[in-house]
């Protein structure tokens, strides 16, 4: 960490104060100007949000109104976490919804600089389908405007629908065209709180990391379809006829049998015309037609290696007359806002621990000292909670099968009485 104190001592600089009383905020402040003085050049922290302050973070953030009916975010931990306070984040509170709110902060250029985006977040309800990412916006944004179609910067999380899509998205605006990564990237789907960043540099790479652990890196120009490609075809040049690129021929020796050829369908000629069929009213009868079971459909000859096979052909490439290289690619100007834009079948996620910043090391730290040190009592709560709602089930189902039991017993108790009284009236009579 950047001077001594650490991620708590930037909490205090931040939004918030859920540590408790003034006293402890105050002496994190000061810790922060300590290590800011001692330390060496200081991160450049654009946005950060820990939802320290309670109900505070609705002055801050500002919900959308470009249409009725959006979600509502509430401030809670969930249901399992790791710490009541530090772990309250946005919970998203409606099935169904369309959710559109966002955070502005002072505007600022990338140029130059490296660029970080955190944020952690939890889909505890165990989420069908709906997106957990957030969008970076420039300075013009209007907020009470936003939605699907507003023009952002960078889309960046984890989007999970169905078996199917369980992704992080990294979609980067360049020339007003959003670009998505072209590598596959995975998101967890665990129901814990995850740590997600991605680092932009101004060597054009980049890299995705989840709980402080890199899962994806490269070249923006590589992994992007920014630019036309640096080679192309060679359009002068042709492939060589003689060129055979078949791995597989026909084998000239295979033949088709002589039994081979049959109709695929044929008369069924064991129905009978119905009684009723009239002919000037129904036309003249025919046997209906029905699958040749003989039919084989069209004979192919059998395969064999090509023993002529060359391979696929290299076509010669030359350097490609449209491509022009553009160093500025990872750069964007007046970065200032932040936003949640998603749709959630299931709600239930939490949005926690935002930052915005210029350090990648202060980032790191700042996860391992938010989400990494409440991430295993979250976990061990989670476990407990899981432990205790299944033996409360075992007691319930035991207590169920108990009062079965009973109900019989007494039912075979009524029984016998009724049968013993019916035999002492006759012996009587």
Not at 218 to 232: A, S, T, Y
Not at 323 to 350: C, H, K, M
């Amino acid at each position: 960490m950047r001077g001594p104190g650490g991620v708590k001592a930037m909490a205090a600089r931040g939004h918030g104060g859920r540590a408790g009383s003034a006293t402890t905020v105050v002496a994190l402040r000061l810790v922060l100007l300590l290590g800011a003085a001692l330390g060496p050049a200081r991160a450049a922290v654009y946005f950060q949000e820990q939802f320290l302050d309670g109900d505070n973070w609705q002055k801050r953030w500002m919900y959308s109104e470009y249409k009725p009916g959006l979600g509502k975010f509430k401030l809670t931990a969930g249901k399992f976490y790791g710490d009541p306070e530090r772990d309250k984040g946005l919970q998203t509170s409606e099935n169904s919804k369309f959710y559109a709110i966002s955070s502005r902060f002072k505007p600022f250029s990338n140029k130059g600089k490296t660029l970080v985006i955190q944020y952690t977040v939890k889909h505890e309800q165990k989420i069908d389908c709906g997106g957990g990412y957030v969008k970076i916006f420039s300075s013009n944004l209007d907020q009470k405007s936003l939605n699907g179609d507003s023009h952002y910067y960078i889309m960046f999380g984890p989007d999970i629908c169905g078996s199917e899509t369980k992704k992080v998205h990294v979609i980067l605006n360049y020339k007003n065209k959003h670009h998505p990564i072209k590598k596959p990237v995975r998101c967890k789907v665990d129901g814990y709180t995850h740590l997600y960043t991605l680092i932009i540099r101004p060597d054009q790479t980049y890299e995705v990391k989840i709980d402080n652990q890199m899962v994806a890196s490269g070249n923006l120009e590589d992994d992007f379809d920014f630019l036309p490609p640096k080679k192309i075809n060679d359009p002068t040049v042709r492939k060589p006829t003689d060129w055979d690129d078949r791995i597989q021929i026909d084998d000239p020796n295979d033949t088709k049998p002589e039994d081979w050829d049959e109709p695929e369908y044929i008369m069924d000629t064991s129905a009978e015309k119905p009684e009723d069929w009239d002919d000037t009213v129904n036309g003249e009868w025919h046997y209906p037609m029905v699958k040749n079971p003989l039919y084989r459909g069209e004979w192919k000859p059998r395969q064999i290696d090509n023993p002529n096979y060359r391979g696929a052909w290299p076509h010669p490439q030359i350097d490609n007359p449209d491509y022009w290289p553009d160093f500025s690619i990872y750069s964007y100007e007046n970065i200032s806002v932040i936003g949640l834009d998603i749709w959630q079948v299931r709600a239930g996620t939490i949005f926690d621990n935002f930052l915005i910043t210029d350090d990648e090391v202060y980032a790191e730290d700042f996860g391992d000292e938010t989400w990494g040190e409440t991430k295993g009592p979250e976990e061990e709560m989670n476990l407990k909670q899981t432990e205790e709602e299944q033996e409360r089930e075992r007691v319930m189902e035991e207590k169920y099968f108990e009062e079965r039991f009973k109900k019989k017993l007494e039912r075979r108790s009524s029984g016998k009485g009724r049968v013993m009284g019916q035999t002492a009236d006759k012996e009587e009579f």
